[in-house]
């Protein structure tokens, strides 16, 4: 089916019909137990919101609400129809939140588009508010890399004590309740990749997100300095980002940052004489390492990839001046030049005699020729507009049909049943465009204005020409 399965959940009803639900990384469908194709298939963009039934209530069902307003519900009928949607439930809690954010920072970027460049908003009006096209395909190959990457926020940094920030709330039951964050599950998996692997092997197939997590709590907040127990499932995550700290360092760089600070107490801190006699010098190291691993960590989290700093170091002798230390000097030296040169080229200038002269009265009749509404160039255009409108709207009609033209040629070569429900769909939509629109603004114009439209139902032409060429030829087949 594509993408890989996060979750599947049998007994799920959708209309009356026994099904199963699947998420996966970007979708959520929902197909029958017999065809085996996506009946309901939602990407997580189009989601707004999910709801569940109350718990007195006797039927167990989910609904998703989605940004246009519809609204799908899905009941599960399963032995554990309790568990199974609760799985579903905390899954896309944790998955909703990544692409809401992606969501919006596309719309952002539309409206910051669409609202610093007029004539893009004014085909979009056109096109779009228009029903010729949706929206996918009028910013399909539209937003270029640099527009996303200039439109994309930094990524913030991370507090260095959010995890200290997380307060644990009594609940009255000799137990207590952590409140998480998107913001603070983010920090924790860009801070602790292990952590991250970790969630994705176990949540949701061997324990649930609620489970998870205590026990990362557990496992960090509560027992840092013991030694881990047997069914610690994070026992081996500060090994392995351990070990991902030394193979990271580069051999043929010698003053790595990451090694700066050694993982024991230095001549003067931490020492006997300062500390209490009580404190090991094996709990000092262990204090030391976990402060180095944990900066390392959060560097590397805000930075992407830790690159060692060039390091100016200047040298003996060196001047203080700008000056450039140019190899070859003498190209930037300026290089005056004598009389005689000067002489040369006036002597050469005074014995040179022009070739192939027209004189005044024929060179004038040439050109009166070929200007607009000569003989060689009939007057089909005019050279000047009546008013500000209709060069406004000839520029509107003209980007319309230059873009679903552009639509149009792209499907060629048809080599799919959607590039042939494109295709068919773009020819509809320019001859729609030029018998309603394009007529429209025809018939404000005057007589020796019609040349204006001669290229756009010329270009117009060659498309349907095109179309019923390929039209035939595949009835034909």
């Known amino acids: 089916m594509g993408e890989q399965s996060l979750l599947e959940v049998f007994g799920v009803r959708y209309k009356k019909q026994e099904g199963v639900l699947i998420l996966m990384p970007t979708t959520v469908a929902w197909t029958d137990e017999y065809s085996g194709e996506f ?3 939602f990407h ?3 989601i707004k919101a999910q709801r569940i039934s109350a718990e007195a209530s006797s039927k167990v069902q989910l609904q998703l609400i989605l940004f246009d307003g519809s609204m799908t519900n899905f009941h599960f009928t399963g032995d554990e129809a309790v568990e199974q949607r609760n799985k579903v439930k905390q899954l896309l809690q944790y ?3 990544k692409f809401s954010e992606h969501s919006n920072s596309d719309l952002k970027l539309k409206s910051s588009l669409l609202s610093s460049d007029a004539s893009l908003h004014q085909l979009y009006k056109d096109l779009v508010a228009g029903g010729l096209i949706s929206p996918e395909e009028f910013w399909a190959n539209r937003l270029t890399k640099r527009d996303v990457d200039n439109g994309s926020q930094q990524q913030s940094g991370l507090p260095s004590a959010f995890l200290a920030d997380v ?3 009594a609940d009255g039951c000799n137990a207590v309740k952590y409140n998480l964050t998107v913001d603070t599950i983010d920090a924790i998996f860009r801070t602790y990749p292990s952590v991250k692997s970790k969630h994705a092997e176990l949540v949701p197939s061997k324990m649930s997100e609620s489970e998870f997590w205590v026990q990362f709590f557990q496992s960090q907040l509560f027992h840092r300095d013991t030694s881990s127990t047997s069914n610690d499932i994070f026992s081996d995550c500060l090994s392995k980002e351990r070990q991902a700290l030394i193979g990271s360092s580069s051999p043929d760089v010698s003053h790595d940052f990451k090694f700066n600070l050694p993982d024991q107490p230095m001549e003067g801190y931490s020492t006997n004489s300062i500390c209490p006699a009580t404190v090991s010098k094996v709990a000092d190291k262990l204090l030391l390492q976990r402060c180095n691993q944990h900066s390392y960590m959060v560097l590397k989290a805000i930075g992407g990839e830790l690159r060692t700093p060039e390091v100016q170091i200047p040298y003996k002798g060196a001047e203080a001046s700008n000056e450039l230390a140019l190899k070859h000097s003498q190209k930037f030296v300026e290089i005056g030049a004598s009389a005689d040169d000067f002489s040369c080229l006036l002597a050469e200038l005074s014995q040179w005699t022009p070739k192939h002269i027209v004189d ?11 200007v607009p509404g000569g003989s060689l160039m009939p ?7 009546r008013s500000a409108d209709v060069h406004f709207q000839l520029l509107r009609h003209q980007a319309a049909i230059a873009e679903l033209l552009r639509h149009f040629w792209a499907c060629f070569p048809i080599v799919s049943p959607q590039l042939e429900e494109k295709v068919s769909r773009m020819y509809k939509c320019l001859q729609d465009y030029e018998q309603l629109k394009l007529a429209e603004f025809s018939a404000s114009l005057d007589t020796g204005e019609q040349g204006l439209l001669s290229h756009m139902k010329k270009s117009i032409a060659i498309a349907a020409e095109k179309y019923l060429t390929w039209r035939n030829r595949k009835d034909k087949s």
């Open 379 to 385: 007057w089909d255009t005019p050279t000047s507009f």
């Open 167 to 169: 307060q644990a709330v």
């Open 360 to 370: 005044a009265n024929s060179a004038y009749s040439a050109v009166m020729y070929l």
């Open 95 to 97: 998955l909703l939140p």
């Open 44 to 46: 997580y963009q189009q």
């Open 39 to 41: 009946k309901v298939k």
